[in-house]
């Protein structure tokens, strides 16, 4: 490449680098704004709670006599207590 084209080349990828971010910067500047700030904060998570066993731990697991005798009820199990946290999917950056 001759002197003159290397040259016209850099001032080329200068000029348009620089008018990308000219360009980038005003279309930010005149994006639309939150109205308040509590647009930002996210809200608390809602929080779904199950029911509660009398007892705390684990549960008895049945043995296989249970099953085989004839005319017994199955034993009904009771769930634990579960938390369920729906994380919202929102970042925080600026």
Sequence with gaps: M???SKTIMHVWI???SLGGFV???VLLA???KPSTLSALVAPTPQIVQAS???Q???EPIPSLNDYLQPG???TQTQRK???TVQPLLRTRGS
């Design 2 to 4: 001759h002197k003159i």
């Design 14 to 16: 200068s000029a348009v």
């Design 23 to 25: 360009f980038s910067w």
């Design 30 to 32: 005149h994006s639309p």
């Design 52 to 54: 509660v066993p009398a």
């Design 56 to 58: 705390p731990g684990l």
């Design 72 to 74: 017994s009820s199955q």
């Design 81 to 83: 207590s579960t938390i």
